[in-house]
C-alpha cells in the first residue's frame, strides 16, 4: 500500500516508518518538525535502505495537505501528528484543541475528497483517565481528565460520527500505554525537547550525566512499592501493532479501539531497578510530591488487539531499557547537532 504517516519525523511515527518500508509498504511523511527533526527521517532511510518522500508541513495548512493527496495516489493514513505533553495541554488548551481536533478535521477533509477511507489513528491510554481497575478494557469508562486526553477523546467520537455517517470508511483507533525504548541499531530514539516529561527520556538522561537525579514524583500510591504502576511497551511492538492494524483496515471496513499494551504493570522503582541491571549505571534517586494528573496504577488488558489483530507485545521490560539506553548513549544530545536536509516541495 501507499501509505501517508502524518507525524512520521517523531519518536513513534520513525519507527513506524522503518517498518512499514521494511514490509515493502511506499510511504509519504507529512510533518511539521513542531517537535520532531529531520534527521530522524534521514535515519529512517538508512535503515530501511528504501527512499520516500517528506513534505514539511502543518495539517492547519488546509492547501498544502490537499495537495499531498493531488500529487500521490493514497491507499491509507497513519494519523500521528499532534501535541502530547498533558501537563502542557492543561496550560495551552487551545493550542491542543487546533493543533489535535482542527488538524484531524483537516485530514480527515482532504481524505474524503480523495476517497482514502482506511485510518489508523494514534490515541492514547490517557483517554481512561483514573481506571476504576486494571487491566483496563476497551470498554472500560471513558473520563480524559486533562485537555490532551479530551483531545483525543474528541478525535475519536468524530471518527465515531464520519464512519457512521460512510460505513465505507475503516478506522482503527490505537491506545498507546507507555511507549519506551528504540529501534536496536541506536540511531534512532526518544529525543524529547528540553526537559523531559515523561520516565525513561529522564532516567537515561541521568544514566549519561545530563541530570543528576531522578525525581520520584510520589511513593504515598496505593501500590506495593508507593510508587506509580504503568503498562510500558517496546516501541517496536508499538509500530508492528501500525502494521498489524493496517492489514485488518485492508480486509474490512468498520471503527474498532485497541488497546497497545504488554498487559503488566510496572512500578517506577521497578523500572528503576531493571534499568540499572541492563545497563550497569546507577540512578540516584529522591522522591517528591505526586505529580497533579498521575494516576496509580494504569495497564492494559490487550486481548482484543490479540484477537483481531493478530498482535502481541512480544519485548521485554529489560530490552526496553537496554535500547533505550544504547539510544542515548550514542546520540547523548539526540538529533540536535545534526542538521541534514530531506524535505520535498510541493
Ligand atoms: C510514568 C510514571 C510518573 C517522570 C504520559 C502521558 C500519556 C503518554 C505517555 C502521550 C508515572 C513517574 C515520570 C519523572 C517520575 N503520552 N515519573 N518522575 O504520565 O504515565 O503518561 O506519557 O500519549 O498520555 O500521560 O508517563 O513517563 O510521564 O510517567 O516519577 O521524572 O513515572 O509519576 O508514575 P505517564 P510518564
Known amino acids: 500500500m501507499k501509505v501517508l504517516v502524518t507525524g512520521g519525523a517523531g519518536y513513534i511515527g520513525s519507527h513506524i516508518c522503518v517498518q512499514l518500508l521494511e514490509a515493502g509498504h511506499e510511504l ?15 535515519r529512517v532511510k538508512e535503515l530501511a535502505g528504501r527512499d520516500f518522500t517528506f513534505y514539511q508541513i502543518s495539517l ?68 481512561y483517565g483514573k481506571p476504576d481497575k486494571c487491566p483496563i478494557h476497551e470498554q472500560s469508562p471513558l473520563r480524559a481528565n486533562n485537555p490532551y486526553g479530551r483531545s483525543k477523546l474528541m478525535i475519536e467520537d468524530i471518527l465515531h460520527d464520519l464512519h457512521a455517517s460512510d460505513p465505507r470508511w475503516s478506522i482503527a483507533v ?75 483496515l485492508g480486509r474490512q471496513t468498520g471503527i474498532a479501539a485497541y488497546n497497545l499494551g504488554t498487559g503488566k504493570g ?11 541491571r541492563a545497563t550497569g549505571r546507577h540512578i540516584p534517586l529522591q522522591f517528591a510530591d505526586r505529580r497533579p494528573g498521575d494516576v496509580a496504577e ?11 489483530l493478530d498482535w502481541a507485545a512480544i519485548r521485554g521490560i529489560e530490552e526496553m531499557c537496554a535500547d533505550a539506553w544504547r539510544w542515548q548513549s550514542l546520540n547523548p544530545y539526540g538529533y540536535l547537532d545534526v542538521h541534514r536536509s530531506y524535505a520535498n516541495t510541493l
Not at 82 to 99: Q, W
Not at 266 to 276: A, K, P, Q, T
Not at 298 to 306: E, F, L, N, R, V
Open 60 to 127: 492547519q495548512d488546509r492547501n498544502a495537505v490537499e495537495r499531498v493527496f493531488q500529487k500521490n495516489e493514497l491507499d491509507a493514513v497513519v494519523h500521528l501528528a499532534g501535541s502530547k505533553a498533558v501537563g502542557e495541554s492543561v496550560s495551552f488548551p487551545l493550542d491542543y484543541y487546533r493543533n489535535n481536533v482542527a488538524g484531524t478535521l483537516v485530514l480527515c477533509e482532504a481524505m474524503s475528497r480523495a476517497g482514502v477511507r482506511r485510518l489508523v489513528f494514534s490515541s492514547s491510554a490517557t483517554v
Open 298 to 308: 494504569s495497564y492494559a488488558y490487550p486481548g482484543k488487539a490479540k484477537l483481531e
Open 266 to 276: 510496572y512500578s517506577v522503582l521497578d523500572i528503576v531497578r531493571v534499568f540499572e
Open 28 to 42: 509519504v511523511v507529512l510533518d511539521n518538525l513542531s517537535n520532531s527533526n529531520e534527521e530522524a527521517l534521514i
Open 174 to 248: 490505537l491506545r498507546y500505554f507507555n511507549p519506551i525504548g528504540a529501534h536496536r541499531s541506536g540511531l534512532i530514539g526518544e529525543d524529547p525537547k528540553g526537559e523531559p516529561n515523561n520516565l525513561l527520556p529522564y532516567i537515561t538522561q541521568v544514566a549519561i550525566g545530563q541530570r543528576d537525579k531522578l525525581i520520584i514524583f510520589g511513593n504515598d500510591y496505593p501500590t506495593p512499592d508507593g510508587t506509580g504502576i504503568r503498562d510500558y511497551i517496546h516501541v517496536e511492538d508499538l509500530a508492528c501493532g501500525h502494521l498489524k492494524a493496517l492489514e485488518k
